[in-house]
């Protein structure tokens, strides 16, 4: 489905959608004090998302993806945890906002669906009790019409016979059918945002692929744009529009879909596509593990695991992103001016992975 | 059990395993009255070659883990055999009753104990395989001393030798668990399954709680120490692509039983049985650009204590078999089917399609009541996306006549009605083994009509 309406060419993608972007974040950091430190979870980072489009964060488990998509709305505590910076969604500022504005925002237009369904629902109301609440909650309407308009939630969201459903209690549903229930719920404000949090982790591969089908389905019925979170590049390569690839509470790249899969810039990027099953290669994984994050390196948070660092990328911060195409852009030290970026991506920006080429690369970088 | 070569030529099976069953009682009230059966695996047959992989597959409470650890006996197996030919006991013969002498599930305690030194399990959730308290090293070292090493210093010699060889170092051996990151503490557990040299290693879904660069790095470690320990692995996942990766053989689990059988390779690029089918192409693909024709199952999976009649698998099939003199639309059908499961079991609720087809055409039409009778009727097709006429006629009066009679209140009649005539043969007969050539094989109506008409009484199933 979003074969058809994704556009080809990136360029003529960012034409049609150059308008105002539904959700602006700048400069987002959100620490926590522990016992051990500040531990920065998500260490300025910008995001926008557009109306209609679908924007993925990817990155490992302890990159900071959850963190940075529960501090838009304030899901974050605080105390222990601490939001920085501005989130702008419709132009109002989302993080000087006051709890009341918050409220009205959060479940509304911008809706949330987390991983486990099975923590989202309370087992002991009924399923439609929940979904009628849920609504009365946003609107001031009659119970009757509640329960019309949640049957035909339960409905849109692919719940079979939704109407002789409507009173049974959440374990009488499989996973996959909660998590349409908690979809469901998400729709209930008509939300202009989906924030979804790896909403199909938890589910077989055979529910997940109805659930990413039923995303594609409702963006397009509701004209959401969807903010989605995932570690899985399989998920991505089907559904993102754009993609940002998080470590370390970092941004390492950027770019559209293609742009990510087909000409990917940073080194991080590249390895983890390389850790994908089936890509040609042969898969030995990254090496290292994430660092500290009460204690993150100097310079680029990639260096200490990459083969390619140099003195250069353990200094002075993590390098300020290089657009190297319209759109998509890498934050690496071998894009910077001056530097010969063939050494982290041999082929080029537009050419296709060749292992010679990569072998190369390591060689002349020794 | 001899139509299959397997990679390892003709030779004998590591580990073989026939029919093997179990059932858990269902008990109710303070008697425990048995009041029915989980048929959790169901009399599943596969074999294991020395050195390679097999891999067994299926969604979430299929019975995989269950049928693992029915062959270790962690769960005593109610039915079956499992006949493992390692440690020496190869080219055995049954005995005079029809036993085997290297019937795992008839081993006394002392040849349990050698089979479990044979054999170890790896499990999902590295966290909660070990004792938090305990280092790793002595937990890996603990099962030297199990089976008979009373020297502390050699014990510990072996594990330092054995963290290096997974990829940590020999100083971790005084760590605790805590101290170790997903992706350590599984390389710890596959130094704890290899410490004592086994035959076979049976590995739960060992990467699926892992980030997918971690996954590969763990992967590539089992690959590697298979080779360098000539080891045999039963590798059980829900994760094709993982399959594809490390596996020379797939054997594909529903329900309690399996469906497909065959060498991975060929299983991928023509699967024969519909669930196969169904499950590859709901993986996500890593492109873009590829374009997606994805199978989507109806239904969820029935419960193991009920298993529908016939092939287990009709009741979400996307080609399941339409009867002589019904010649439908292959979707068109499945729904119809799905209908009439619904109206069987009195799940539809006519009352609120009433009340709805009413709200929605009273804005529009200005006079629900005479619009009411007709738009009901239609509301009842498009609610379950049946066409509003069947192109097929035997069909389209058989629905037509059903809904009416649900209309006039006449559940059971309709339900009648549909059961006579909506029949596929895929619920009466239990499809037998079709071979493919080269070990494939699937247990499909489509591939072999003539099946086994499904018993007349369950209760002669219990053997």
Redesign the interface.
Known sequence: MSEHDRDPTPDAETETRNDEPLLEIEGLRTTFGTDSGTLVAVDGIDVTVRAGETVCLVGESGSGKTVAVESITRLVQSPPGRIEGTVRFKGQDLLSADEATIRSIRGHEIAHVFQNPQNALNHCYTVGWQLVEAIRVHEDVPEAAARARAIDLLDRVGIANASSRFDDYPHEFSGGQKQRIMIAMALVGDPDLLVADEPTTALDVTVQAQILDLFEELKTEFDMAVLFVTHDLGVVAEIADRIVVLYAGKVMERGTVLDIFERPGHPYTRALLECLPGRGNEISGIGGSLPEPTAPPDGCRFAPRCPHAIDACHRDGQPLETEIEPGHSVSCVFYREGRDSSVVSPEGPTGVSSDDADEEARSTDD | MTERGGPAGSGEPLLSVRDLEKHYPIEEGFLSRRVGTTRAVDGISFEIYPGETLGLVG??GCGKSTAARSIVRLDEPTGGEVIFNGDGRGRAERNDDGTHPNDVTRFDRAELKAFRRDVQMIFQDPASSFDPRMTVGSAVAELLSVHGMTDGRRRRGIVENLLERVGLSATDYDRYPHEF?G?QKQRVALARALVLNPDLVIADEPVSAL??????????LIEELQATFGLSLLFIS?????I??ICDRVAVMYLGELVEVGPVEEIFAEPQHPYTE??L????????????E?I??S???PDPADPPDGCRFHTRCHRVIQPEGIDLEQPVWRRLL?FRE?VVSG???IE??RD?AA?DAAPEEGDPVAEGAVSVAERIRD?FDLPRRLSDPTAERALGDAIGELLEGDTEAAAERLASVIVTPCETTVPGWTDHGNGHRSSCLRHRPEGRPIAPDPATDDR
């Open positions: 969604e979430s990151s992706g980030d997918m660069s971690v996954q590969a790095e763990v992967l590539s829900h994760d094709m692509s993982v594809e990766r169904a499950l192409s709901s993986v996500p693909t890593p492109d873009p650009r590829a374009e997606r994805r989507e199952l239904g969820a999976v799905d619904l799940a539809i609720d609120s399609l709805r709200t609610e």
